[in-house]
């Protein structure tokens, strides 16, 4: 059965930093990109960032990009998500998600993931 746990949220003051954990089990880690998504009160889910099965491509949308980062440590069967200037609107449930060898035009889609967590909260609020 496959996995995804997701860790690290929490409430944190504009400014501060949070780092965030998703441990996958159940499959070959190597062999699945791994995206997170996230999704505010009242919103639809968005795509944050993905990164590909060698970890050697990222993407990021463009709200987060240069605040956040992506990254993953096959050996251990988890992905990272570095989160820095954190802002208020960034509070949301933040999930992960993998697939097998996306197509890049479908990074982003997250109708295109076939496994999920069951997300971890983040707030940033003063």
């Known amino acids: 059965q496959v996995q995804l746990e997701e860790s690290g949220g929490g409430s944190v003051q504009p400014g501060g930093s949070l780092r965030l954990s998703c441990e996958a089990s159940?499959?070959?880690?190597?062999?699945?990109?791994t995206a997170w998504f996230r999704q505010a009160p009242g919103k639809e889910r968005e795509f944050v960032a993905v990164?590909?099965?060698?970890?050697?491509?990222?993407y990021y949308t463009d709200s987060v990009k240069g605040r956040f980062t992506i990254s993953r440590d096959n050996a251990k069967n988890t992905v990272f998500l570095q989160m820095n200037s954190l802002k208020p609107e960034d509070t949301g449930v933040y999930y992960c998600?993998?697939?097998?060898?996306?197509?890049?035009?479908?990074?982003?889609?997250?109708?295109?993931?076939?496994?999920w967590g069951q997300g971890t909260q983040v707030t940033v609020s003063s």
């Open positions: 990164i590909k099965k060698f970890g050697r491509n990222t």
């Open positions: 159940g499959l070959t880690f190597s062999q699945y990109d």
């Open positions: 998600a993998c697939d097998r060898s996306l197509i890049m035009s479908t990074l982003r889609q997250a109708t295109q993931y076939d496994h």
